[in-house]
C-alpha cells in the first residue's frame, strides 16, 4: 500500500507571507498531481509532475517533484486569501488502472 | 458542457434504507471512480471501473454497490445504509479518453444517515 503523509496538517499566514508545504512517501509514484479543494466542493487539480526534479510554476504556486519520484513540495508566494483551502497531494503508480493515492490533505488559511 | 454532475448534492436518509448515488460524465473518458471523504481519513477509494460492465472494489468496498452499463453513467447504490456511511461522496473521472494519470472530481454529495 502507498502511503502519501501531508505537513503540515494545518497552516494559517497572514497575507503576503511565504509558505512550503510537503508531500511524502516511501514508495516511488509514476506522477503526482496537487488538487485544491474549497468548502462544499470538489478537488479541482492544480498540476500534474511526471518527471524526477521537475518543477513546475502556476502563477504564484511553484510545485517541485523530488528526484526520487518519492515526495513534492508546493511553494506559495505572497499568499493570498483566495488561497485557502484543502491542498491534496495524489500519487500514481505505473499499472495501478488509473488509480491514485490520495494524502489526507493540508488545510491553509490566509487571513487579510 | 458540465463535464461531470452528481446528484442528488444532498440527501438525508434512515438506517436500513437504500439509497444511489447518481454519477454522469459528459465525455466519453474510461475510467470512473467512487470516493468518500471524512474528516482524518481524506479521500478513501470506493469502487471504480474501466469501461462500461467492469468494476472494481477499492479501498472501501464494503456495504456498496456500482454498476456500470453505459459508459457515461456510474451509480452507486448503499444497499442497507449505515450510520458510518455519513460522508461526502466524490465521483471522479479520468484525464482523457484511454486513461491518464489524473482524476476531474464532480461536486459532491453530501449524505446523512439518521
Known amino acids: 500500500t502507498q502511503l502519501l503523509e501531508q505537513s503540515p496538517q494545518f497552516l494559517s499566514i497572514q497575507e503576503g507571507e511565504n509558505l512550503t508545504v510537503y508531500c511524502n512517501s516511501s514508495s516511488v509514484f509514476s506522477s503526482l498531481q496537487w488538487y485544491r479543494q474549497e468548502p462544499g466542493e470538489g478537488p479541482v487539480l492544480l498540476v500534474t509532475v511526471v518527471t524526477g526534479g521537475e518543477v513546475k510554476k502556476l502563477k504564484r504556486l511553484t510545485f517541485q517533484f523530488g528526484d526520487a519520484r518519492k515526495d513534492s513540495s508546493l511553494h506559495i508566494t505572497a499568499a493570498q486569501p483566495g488561497d485557502t483551502g484543502l491542498y491534496l497531494c495524489?500519487?500514481?503508480?505505473?499499472?495501478?488502472?488509473?488509480?491514485?493515492?490520495f494524502g489526507k490533505g493540508i488545510t491553509l488559511s490566509v487571513r487579510p | 458542457d458540465a463535464g461531470i454532475t452528481q446528484s442528488p448534492r444532498y440527501k438525508i436518509t434512515e438506517t436500513g434504507r437504500q439509497v444511489t448515488l447518481m454519477c454522469h460524465q459528459t465525455w466519453s473518458h474510461s475510467y470512473m471512480f467512487w470516493y468518500r471523504q471524512d474528516l482524518g481519513h481524506g479521500l478513501r477509494l470506493i469502487y471504480y471501473?474501466?469501461?462500461?460492465?467492469?468494476?472494481d472494489k477499492g479501498e472501501v468496498p464494503d456495504g456498496y454497490v456500482v454498476s456500470r452499463s453505459k459508459t457515461e453513467n456510474f451509480p452507486l447504490t448503499l444497499e442497507s445504509a449505515t450510520r458510518s456511511q455519513t460522508s461526502v461522496y466524490f465521483c471522479?473521472?479520468?484525464?482523457?479518453?484511454?486513461?491518464?494519470?489524473?482524476?476531474?472530481f464532480g461536486p459532491g454529495t453530501r449524505l446523512l444517515v439518521l
Open positions: 471501473s474501466a469501461a462500461a460492465d467492469i468494476t
Open positions: 471522479a473521472v479520468d484525464g482523457m479518453p484511454g486513461g491518464q494519470e489524473t482524476q476531474y
Open positions: 495524489a500519487g500514481a503508480v505505473d499499472g495501478a488502472n488509473s488509480k491514485l493515492t
